[in-house]
Antibody
Framework: EVQLVESGGGLVQPGGSLRLSCAAS????????MSWVRQAPGKGLEWVSA????????HYADSVKGRFSISRDNSKNTLYLQMSSLRGEDTAVYYC???????????????WGQGTLVTVSS | QSVLTQPPSVSGAPGQRVTISCTGS?????????VHWYQQLPGTAPKLLIF???NRPSGVPDRFSGSKSGTSASLAITGLQAEDEADYYC???????????FGTGTKVTVL
């Protein structure tokens, strides 16, 4: 069974940093692209970032470009999201999700982790 | 703000049919990119419902169906059941933004 388990969320002050992790199991991690998707409280879904299976290609939403960095350690089956210069509008539940294959415009996300809450507030 | 527009809410009685629209543009749905649908039950993570416009993952009832025409896509739920009460999101890719995009989301209420 494919499982994704996020961790690392919490309360952080504006301008601060946080690193999220997503532990994957049940599939050959290195052969699939992975994404981060977030959901602000009471709001809709927003794609944040994606990384290819090898880690050699990364992609970001304009809203986080230059502030967030996605990476992966295929030896540990773990996906990361390094977030810096955090703002109030970054407050959200952050989900990791497995892409259908390699990074491709036709991709869908399945499955999703349970999410980890990031709160940016002073 | 999302580039894919959905109605905020739809409702129907048990057993009825409801449809959810997802309206995009020539840089996403109209450009030929696939549309996928997710169901998010209260307090849970989204779950894939339809992929590649019309395909259902294993375990998804055939009461759920998808379609696409021009710059829009639709999700239909027939034989509405109480367990279908959830938020539904469409998803595609936008070539102008060079990013995946989600719809604004639709809350389905079973009367």
């Amino acid at each position: 069974e494919v499982q994704l388990v996020e961790s690392g969320g919490g309360l952080v002050q504006p301008g601060g940093s946080l690193r999220l992790s997503c532990a994957a199991s049940g599939f050959t991690f290195s052969t699939f692209a992975m994404s981060w998707v977030r959901q602000a409280p009471g709001k809709g879904l927003e794609w944040v970032s994606a990384i290819s299976g090898s880690g050699g290609s990364t992609h970001y939403a304009d809203s986080v470009k230059g502030r967030f960095s996605i990476s992966r350690d295929n030896s540990k089956n773990t996906l990361y999201l390094q977030m810096s210069s955090l703002r109030g509008e970054d407050t959200a539940v952050y989900y990791c999700a497995k892409d259908d294959g390699g990074y491709d415009p036709l991709d869908w996300f399945d499955p999703w982790g349970q999410g980890t809450l990031v709160t940016v507030s002073s | 703000q999302s580039v894919l527009t959905q109605p905020p809410s739809v409702s129907g009685a048990p057993g009825q049919r409801v449809t959810i629209s997802c309206t995009g543009s020539s840089s996403n749905i109209g450009a030929g990119y696939d549309v996928h649908w997710y169901q998010q039950l209260p307090g849970t993570a989204p779950k894939l419902l339809i992929f590649g416009i019309i395909n259902r993952p294993s375990g998804v009832p055939d009461r759920f169906s998808g379609s696409k025409s021009g710059t829009s896509a639709s999700l239909a739920i027939t034989g509405l059941q109480a367990e279908d009460e959830a938020d539904y999101y469409c998803q595609s890719y936008d070539s102008s933004l060079s990013s995946y995009v989600f719809g604004t989301g639709t809350k389905v209420t079973v009367l």
